[in-house]
């Protein structure tokens, strides 16, 4: 699918009937829009939960309007341990999207080596659809920051992978960091 005929990730979602899940795979990013919160996590050790708050009232809404609707919104974290400063802020974050109808587990990366991953971190949309989540070296958003494919064999090695994370994976309210 070529760039300039995607969808944006609100449209994606809103087209989604069944099923919208995310496997994450990095220890740190660096995007900009995350950037005074976290440093401010890193220097108080505090985070905002407030739901209106920065970007989280449009993702929240988008994620309750999917879930209300039946889709299943699953979100898989595969983590180094001991964990780095950016996932313990994820972490503490976490219970905003669950509050909204994601359900999230954690796998530390110890636990994961013998499943095949794709090379990007990744949305699958009702098994058919792959957003790839491209980045820099720094974390931040690469140019282009998507990669899309519908190819059967892509899409079946992106389930099969987010299916073998969540199975091994800890749920978000039993995993410290």
């Known amino acids: ?15 989604t009937r069944r099923s919208a899940v995310h496997l994450e795979m990095r220890d740190a990013y660096g ?3 995350e950037a005074e919160e976290f440093e401010q996590f890193k220097r108080t050790g ?8 920065r970007w989280w009232p449009e993702w929240l809404c988008m994620v309750r309007e999917a879930v209300g609707r039946g889709v299943v ?15 313990r802020w994820e972490h503490a974050a976490t219970p905003l999207n669950v509050e909204a109808g994601e359900l999230v587990r954690w796998l530390p990366r110890r636990r994961a080596v013998d499943i095949a991953l794709p090379g990007a971190d990744f949305w699958l949309f009702d098994d058919r659809l792959v957003q790839f989540n491209i980045f820099t070296g720094d974390g931040d958003w690469a140019v282009p920051p998507k990669e899309f494919s ?17 199975e091994r994976a800890v749920d978000h309210e039993k995993y410290t960091v």
């Open 1 to 15: 699918m070529s760039q300039s005929g995607v969808l944006s990730f609100a449209e994606l979602l809103a087209g």
């Open 73 to 87: 919104m699953r979100r898989a974290r595969i983590v180094s341990e001991p964990v780095t400063d950016y996932t």
């Open 150 to 166: 519908e190819d059967p064999a892509v899409v079946k090695l992106c389930s099969d992978a987010f299916e073998a994370v969540w």
């Open 46 to 53: 505090h985070i905002d939960l407030d739901p209106t708050a």
């Open 31 to 33: 995007v900009g829009d």
